[in-house]
């Protein structure tokens, strides 16, 4: 096996070559000078900003901001639930035995193996009718109205979310010698005061590796999102979507940009974070 | 009554086993360990020491009967209550602290004044001769200083008794030996009472005070080395421990503490019974090889001719394999200590061995 | 009652999994039990459910309707499977190569090169779509470079009408689920024995039969794992068919949100997530019973 072919590593170039040129592309177009964006008409020269002109014009763009800010509120909350219950449930799994263990562990693939949409269906079906059920009994009108918005968009990330953090931190558990938690309550550590200082230290890195999957996932989803969302609750990916069928400026490539740079700082950061546990 | 260090009560533990049945562990056992004491409990496998080690500490509470620890009943409290600490087979130095703080941190559980901990913790590990390795991490040190950390970790609390599950298991032989002679060392200088588990009969009678030898959930035999090696109760606990030839017969007679074996060849054994035996009781005659005589020895009961199968040269004796009539066999061990040693007698040879009467045991089970 | 917890082990395991359990009966299990509810349902004018048992929403997914046999639903759920048969089969092509690329390299080079593989996943996936419209239209990015290349030889040049098209949805899916075909296969890959090629040599297998005898097959948990992972997402998608299809191409994804957004027929878009979700569930099911449920797919 150590003969390269030259075939080989040309069409290892190749698909590699297709994977980046739409990204090449994407922030090529964000310097142009045409606002139509349909040619690429030499890089853009104008105001203050100069040749960063699209991206200064994001800045005072008041519907990127407040999806960016919806983006980040749901994606924090929603990774801080979604760890928290299920390193709790990973535990669960990994170390006892309990009544219908198997049928949750069935539960938990679920979201993995349907397609979103039938998910986002799934929700978008449910809260209809409870919120039309509730509305009516309750007699809520007007503002006061139960509707889709950031509270179904989070507890929906929440929902896809947590599979992944059971899987991930289920595998950290795997490897645990439990004689150091018996090591510990051997000393005097109750059970709370070992899970505080010896678990969870030791799982640490297995945990952070989930949350950040699920904050990735959340900043990601388009599906879910779009089925669970609701006035006021617009997320980047939902207003890009909608962007696409107007009038698309340099400017959803300016913010393509600061969004493909934002998530390779943050992968960046999780490996420093990896190398220093390690 | 006077108080024991430790006494298990009519302890028995069920486990569901894998395919859901019970299975009984530990079966009705009595055992009571002094103060002061180094007991051990010794067996192969599965013979519920470590089942009942962890029932002292605590991880696992007893299905019948009852853990006293300096007179008080233990029932259900959990292990951080007990006044009793443990040192791990793998030895469970928490990797993410440094040494230092794997040792204080039992007593920061007992919620000791900091400047009192960083002195007691210089002392423990004085005290296991790894002074100033408090700013080490655990995967720094080799399984032996691991060792020595654990135990120094255990014994900071000055806990009433210190429970220590086969933690030379991991260590190569000439560490083990010297680690044996630390514990003893230590226990003697710290005064309280060891309990050990382990499955390797040499260790258990070198470092004990007294041995429990267990098989099958059941302790067989409890007694000081001497006694166990000397008079063992039982098959098991001769064939466990040490080498020992067995032949088996029937009862024909007994006169006091001696009884005369018929063995199916016709041969007549007379060995030293523990108890009053019914003629015709079907029993083993236990000997021990170093017992056993090349050559006829006046005064001997027992005489045998027989041929030698097998020689083996073990440096310090040779090792007679000898076939007597009715296809019984027996070792004779004999010491090398002339210089140059050659063997007594060559194989296939014809040769007499004798033994006293009060070399022989007879067992039923 | 702590003393109860602390000894029942049960109990301790239940409490621990009972925020996870009850957030996914919520969210997951009620909801699609609610789905295959309302799929029995029927509509008010107003686009709201009625719970009243009715198979015609069934029905006419099957072909019929008030009026008469109008296989439509029959040709995009057929469209969609083509689709992501397609997809699957194109990607597979370009990714075995890479994988196997990957797979042979300088272990120091293979987390940088499998690294570069994943960063394109990271990005959002409307954003890479979007970015498939700039290349593909026809005053795109394609077009262009292909009209400067035909100036340049002198021939006379029609820009190609790439988008809004079947085609470019295909490159489109291709495209977003590529690494999810790369990396199951390298890993497969990877944990072929080095031995087995040198003992295929001894026994006189060249490269190519080696290839064909030792090294595919094995790789075989790889490719269906990828499948897996790509044939889901593709037969429910209806953004990419959105965006880069047009108005044109409509997929069973792209049904499902018409009838809910558009058409106000829950209980018709029910039906059809149904549909949607029995099928793949019922792929799954038979490709892992067939093939293992192997680490294949926790590494994609």
């Given amino acids: 096996m150590n003969r390269r072919s030259p075939w080989l590593t040309l069409s290892a170039l190749a698909v590699y070559f297709f994977l980046y040129a739409p990204i090449v592309v994407l922030v090529l177009f964000s310097f142009n000078s045409s606002r139509t964006n349909i040619v690429f008409e030499g890089v853009v020269n104008r105001g203050a900003c100069g040749p960063f002109y699209w991206f200064c014009q994001l800045a005072g763009n008041n519907d990127v901001l407040e999806a960016t800010r919806n983006t980040l509120i749901i994606a924090l909350i929603s990774t801080l639930?979604?760890?928290?219950?299920?390193?709790?449930?990973?535990?669960?799994?990994?170390?006892?035995?309990?009544?219908?263990?198997?049928?949750?562990?069935?539960?938990?693939?679920?979201?993995?193996?349907?397609?979103?949409?039938?998910?986002?269906?799934?929700?978008?079906?449910?809260?209809?009718?409870?919120?039309?059920?509730?509305?009516?009994?309750?007699?809520?009108?007007?503002?006061?109205?139960?509707?889709?918005?950031?509270?179904?968009?989070?507890?929906?990330?929440?929902?896809?979310?947590?599979?992944?953090?059971?899987?991930?931190?289920?595998?950290?558990?795997?490897g645990f010698d439990k004689s150091l938690e018996e090591a510990a309550m051997d000393l005097g550590a109750n059970e709370l005061v070992t899970f505080r200082r010896v678990t969870l230290p030791l799982i640490a890195p297995g945990v952070l590796s989930g949350a950040l999957l699920a904050f990735t996932l959340s900043l990601d989803d388009f599906i879910i999102t779009f089925f669970t969302t609701g006035p006021g609750a617009t997320t980047l990916p939902i207003y890009v979507y909608g962007l696409l069928r107007r009038v698309i400026t340099p400017e959803v490539n300016a913010l393509s940009t600061i969004w493909i740079l934002a998530v390779l700082l943050l992968v960046f950061i999780s490996r420093q974070m990896e190398r220093r546990s390690a | 009554m006077a108080d024991y260090a430790v006494e298990l009560r009519n302890v028995s533990k069920r486990f569901p086993g894998p395919s859901g049945e019970l299975v009984t562990a530990v079966k009705q056992v009595n055992m009571q360990i002094g103060d002061g004491e180094f007991f051990s409990m010794l067996g192969p496998s599965g013979c519920g020491k470590t089942t009942s080690l962890r029932m002292i500490a605590g991880f696992e509470h007893p299905t019948e009967g009852e853990v006293y620890i300096h007179g008080r009943a233990m029932g259900t409290t959990p292990s951080f209550q007990r006044p009793v600490n443990t040192v791990f087979q793998s030895y469970a130095l928490f990797p993410h602290m440094t040494i230092g703080e794997n040792v204080a941190f039992g007593l920061q559980m007992d919620r000791v004044p900091k400047a009192d901990i960083a002195q007691r913790v210089k002392d423990a590990l004085s005290m296991v001769r790894l002074p100033g390795y408090e700013n080490r991490k655990p995967k720094q040190l080799s399984g032996g200083q691991q060792q020595r950390v654990a135990l120094a970790r255990a014994l900071v609390k000055r806990p009433e008794v210190l429970l220590l599950d086969e933690p030379l298991g991991a260590l190569d032989l000439k560490l083990r030996k010297e680690m044996q002679m630390e514990l003893k060392r230590l226990q003697r200088e710290v005064g309280i009472t060891f309990i050990y588990v382990t499955h390797d009969q040499e260790e258990a009678l070198t470092m004990s005070d007294r041995i429990a030898v267990m098989s099958h959930g059941v302790t067989l035999q409890v007694g000081n080395a001497n006694e166990i090696y000397e008079r063992p109760n039982c098959k098991f606990v001769a064939d466990f421990i040490g080498e020992t030839s067995f032949l088996a017969g029937k009862v024909q007679s007994q006169h006091g503490e001696f009884c005369t074996v018929d063995l199916p060849s016709g041969l007549q054994v007379i060995a030293e019974a523990q108890r009053t035996l019914a003629t015709g009781t079907a029993v083993s005659v236990a000997v021990r090889p170093e017992k056993m005589q090349l050559g006829a020895q006046n005064g001997d009961e027992n005489q045998f001719t027989g041929r030698v199968s097998n020689v083996v040269y073990i440096g310090t004796d040779t090792q007679y394999t000898v076939q007597l009539p009715g296809e019984q066999r027996v070792r004779v061990r004999a010491q090398n200590s002339a210089p140059g040693s050659r063997p007594l007698v060559d194989e296939g040879a014809e040769v007499t061995i004798s033994f006293p009467a009060q070399a022989a045991r007879v067992l039923t089970e | 009652m702590l003393q109860k917890l602390r000894q029942d082990a049960r109990l301790q395991g239940l409490l621990l999994i009972s925020p996870t359990l009850l957030w996914m009966m919520v969210l997951l299990i009620i909801p699609l039990l609610l789905t295959v509810v309302t799929s029995f349902g029927q509509r008010d004018t107003d686009g709201n459910v009625i719970y009243r048992f009715t198979l015609e929403n069934y029905t006419r997914l099957i072909g019929f309707t008030a009026e008469g046999f109008d296989p439509l639903y029959f040709t995009i759920l057929w469209r969609s499977l083509a689709l992501a048969l397609q997809t699957t089969v194109v990607s597979i092509l370009l990714a075995y190569p890479l994988a196997f690329y990957i797979a042979r390299a300088v272990p120091k080079r293979r987390n940088t090169l499998l690294f570069l593989v994943l960063v394109p996943l990271w990005t959002n996936f409307v954003i890479r779509i979007y970015a498939w419209i700039m290349i593909l239209r026809t005053q795109g990015v394609l077009n262009s470079i292909l009209g400067w290349g035909a100036g340049l030889v002198g021939l006379p040049f029609t820009p190609l009408d790439m988008y809004p098209s079947q085609g470019a949805v295909l490159i489109g899916m291709v495209y977003e689920f590529l690494p999810f075909m790369i990396l199951p296969i390298y890993t497969s890959l990877e944990k072929i024995d080095g031995s087995l090629f040198e003992a295929a040599a001894d026994l006189g297998a060249n490269a190519l039969r080696t290839f064909l005898r030792v090294t595919l097959p094995l790789s075989m948990p790889g490719v269906v794992a990828g499948t897996i992972l790509t044939f889901i997402p593709v037969v429910g998608t209806f953004v990419v068919s959105d965006i880069l299809g047009g108005r044109q191409v409509i997929l069973v994804g792209n049904l499902i949100q018409r009838q809910f957004l558009e058409a106000r027929n829950p209980p018709f878009g029910s039906a059809v997530s149904i549909l949607l979700m029995v099928m793949t569930l019922f792929f799954t099911l038979y490709y892992t019973r067939r093939f293992g449920f192997g680490e294949e797919i926790t590494a994609g």
């Fill in chain 1, 81 to 174: 639930v979604s760890t928290l219950i299920g390193t709790l449930a990973a535990i669960a799994l990994q170390r006892y035995a309990f009544p219908f263990k198997r049928t949750s562990e069935a539960m938990l693939y679920v979201p993995i193996v349907i397609p979103e949409i039938v998910m986002g269906i799934g929700i978008l079906v449910f809260f209809s009718a409870i919120f039309r059920w509730l509305n009516a009994n309750l007699g809520l009108q007007g503002d006061a109205r139960l509707a889709m918005g950031l509270t179904t968009v989070i507890v929906s990330h929440i929902a896809f979310s947590v599979p992944f953090v059971i899987m991930i931190v289920r595998a950290r558990l795997h």
